[in-house]
């Protein structure tokens, strides 16, 4: 079974230009695939796909262009395999999946340099280091983490806030945990509260801590700070503009991505946490709704908490656990009554408020907490896919 793992590098100022030079290069190409594909269907009716598109960069583009012979000086499979990520955007876009592919930012840091496993020797893992293709041996900055007698298949190494992450995909023997022991639980999740489970267990919101809050106050304000650094930039004569401006520009443009990274960090790890902690209880089955995240986007007023919540994530993350401790997962439709309907007579409750919070049964008088009532529902639903 493959599985993959993420650490933290410490990289030699040589390697960090490589490094910068091969993430560089591979935002270009993956940019001139798309522009590319956009221009040629536009005037041709015709789409290039990833192979043709690189035979065609290779063996005309660059040989006739000496402009951009830079492209050859870093590995010619990270610049195929930033080719094949286009291709791979425009499948999904095809197939209505996404929306139309979008340029890569150089801000937004989301680009990573592939280094695949072409020899025995290209990647070797220690416990204190690996070594990479093109790159040698790098230095970890958490030992033990990665297996060392894992077969490596393939790894990326980006950039974020300054700093350096390497992912790693190996091919292992993950043995599967024994089934489960205790009766299946429904998840309800939420805004007031991050996921409330029909077994009774609730997990509050992260977002409302007053860590989370703090940095969310202090991101403001460096946001604030480098947005007038920008201004003033704008507003000096040219023969002001100096490298001392730009270099104090970056320097703000680091700190609002080290507090980026850092709110994203603790989000992620209540997630890993909440999630273990589901799969510890060892139940027969997890119900899950089907949430429409993208329209609950659409929301000005719950745009930003609902991204915060991070349900995709959890989603994801859930199933994977579960898998490897053969506990099923059922996701129920999104249109499936589940905060109307009382969990015990069954009635349907038509006139229900998003604030009313709790849920008062007109039948059977029962009254109820509305998200606990809905995880009920859930963990009793007989119409459902499983993931």
């Known amino acids: 079974m493959k599985k993959a793992y993420k650490i933290e590098i410490k ?13 560089g290069v591979s935002r270009f190409i993956y940019n001139f695939y798309i522009a590319n594909n956009k221009e040629t269907y536009e005037i041709d009716k015709k789409f290039f796909s990833g192979m043709d598109f690189s035979k ?9 262009n000496q402009d951009k012979a830079w492209i050859k000086e870093v590995s010619s499979k990270a610049t195929k395999q930033a080719i094949m990520n286009g291709e791979k955007a425009f499948k999904k876009f095809f197939k209505g999946e996404s929306g139309f592919p979008k340029f890569k930012k150089k801000k937004n ?12 020797t290209d990647w070797t893992l220690e416990r204190h280091r690996v070594k990479v293709p093109t790159l040698g041996w790098i230095r970890l900055k958490e030992f033990g983490y990665v297996p060392v007698d894992s077969i490596v298949k393939s790894g990326t190494v980006n950039q974020k806030a300054d700093r350096y992450y390497i992912s790693i995909l190996v091919e ?12 299946g639980i429904g998840i309800d999740l939420g ?16 977002n409302k801590t007053t860590v989370v809050k703090k940095l969310e106050k202090k991101l403001k304000r460096e946001q604030r700070k480098l947005s007038r650094k920008y201004e003033s930039l704008k507003l000096r004569d ?51 709704e089907d949430l429409a995240v993208s329209n609950m986007m659409k929301n000005r007023h719950l745009a930003k908490a609902v991204a915060g919540q991070k349900f995709y994530e959890f989603r994801t993350k859930l199933i994977s656990k579960a898998n490897q401790n053969n506990i099923e997962i059922r996701i129920v439709n999104r249109f499936y009554p589940s905060s109307k309907t009382c969990s015990c007579c069954g009635a349907y409750k038509k006139d229900l408020k998003i604030s009313d919070r709790v849920y008062k049964c007109d039948n059977c008088k029962t009254e109820l907490d509305r998200d606990l009532n809905a995880s009920i529902n859930l963990a009793n639903a007989k119409e459902y896919k499983t993931a």
Request: proline share 4%.
């Open 56 to 64: 065609w960069l290779n063996n005309e583009y660059i040989p006739n």
């Open 191 to 206: 805004l007031e509260n991050f996921a409330i489970c029909s077994n009774g267990l609730t997990k509050k919101n992260i």
């Open 11 to 23: 990289p030699t100022k040589e390697q960090k230009i490589k490094i910068h030079q091969t993430i």
């Open 109 to 120: 840091q989301d680009i990573k340099a592939y280094f695949p496993k072409n020899n025995k």
């Open 172 to 183: 292992e023997d993950i043995k599967i945990n024994e089934g489960p022991c205790s009766k």
């Open 238 to 288: 040219k023969k002001m503009k100096g490298k001392a401006a730009r270099q104090n520009i970056q320097k703000q443009v680091v700190k609002v991505q080290k507090l980026h990274q850092r709110l994203a960090n603790i989000r992620t790890d209540y997630i890993n946490k909440t999630v273990r902690e589901l799969i510890k209880q060892k139940p027969s089955f997890i119900t899950i």
